[in-house]
């Protein structure tokens, strides 16, 4: 795709620490790394897309900081559980996105915010769109609450670029459901309770994608159709590419 990054990971600390200085008593905002999260609906490819891309990285030797929502600090994984284990009968609205974020706030200040002071790439599998498109949206929550619990649980961490997956509605459900099914008889566990929800809650879910996605275009990257997994990556490398040379370049 003819985009090579010559920026290793020490390079890239370098410059995007390097500026810290405060020239002539002026405030400069200290530089920081980049958040980059993934978002769509079940089944739409994200954990595949996060392992190629965190593989790309790698070749370019950068290392970035990999985590899942809900889940990646050790309290969150137990949040997890509770959120996704179709046992968990009767969670209200409310509670499921209270949930959301408490384990939003500790993955942001056990993971995030530390591995982007430290000048990392942060790559993320789901953060607050998802809460938005699937209590907001999804359980008719509204988006106003969310983004207003956003602002008080989570301040101003944000990612700096989004890559929505938005592959057929039915192809990520077919698949998601398959995939549960998969890794119900490999690991005993039982991650389904939202892919149980009906085709009506799903449409939900994916209009408030598009939604976010049309309200904030320079964050959120669109990928759309029904493409292999190789297309995906190829549209998602090209993405962070630009986003890496951008920031190297510190502009
Ligand atoms: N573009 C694609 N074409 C065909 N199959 C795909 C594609 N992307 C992913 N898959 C397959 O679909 C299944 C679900 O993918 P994956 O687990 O990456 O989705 P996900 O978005 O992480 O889902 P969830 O939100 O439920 O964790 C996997 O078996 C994966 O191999
Ligand atoms: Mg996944």
Request: hydrophobic letters at 40%; glycine letters at 8%.
């Amino acid at each position: 795709m003819g985009i090579s990054l010559s920026c290793g990971q020490a390079k890239w600390a370098r410059s995007s620490l390097g500026s810290r200085a405060l020239n002539s008593g002026r405030l400069v905002p200290v530089p920081r790394g980049i958040f980059i999260t993934l978002e769509g609906l079940d089944g739409s490819g994200k954990t595949t897309q996060i392992r190629r891309l965190t593989a790309w990285l790698a070749r370019r030797n950068i290392e970035p900081v990999v985590l899942r929502q809900p889940g990646g600090s050790a309290t969150g994984d137990r949040i997890r559980e509770i959120l996704l284990d179709s046992r968990s009968t009767g969670l209200t609205p409310m509670t499921e996105m209270a949930l959301m974020f408490a384990d939003r706030a500790q993955a942001i200040a056990e993971i995030i915010q530390p591995a982007l002071d430290a000048g990392k790439i942060v790559l993320c599998d789901r953060f607050t769109d998802s809460t938005e498109a699937y209590q907001g949206g999804g359980r008719e929550l509204g988006s106003e609450i969310v983004l207003d619990l956003h602002r008080l649980i989570c301040g101003n961490v944000q990612p700096d670029l989004t890559l929505l997956l938005l592959p057929s509605l039915e192809a990520s459900l077919i698949r998601a459901r398959r995939r549960n099914d998969r890794d119900q008889s490999a690991t005993g566990k039982d991650e389904g309770r939202f892919e149980a929800e009906q085709d009506a809650f799903y449409y939900r879910v994916w209009q408030k994608y598009r939604e976010i996605a049309a309200r904030e275009p320079e964050r959120v990257i669109r990928i759309e159709g029904d493409l292999s997994i190789d297309e995906v990556h190829e549209q998602i490398v090209e993405s962070v590419a630009e986003r890496l040379m951008t920031a190297t370049r510190g502009v």
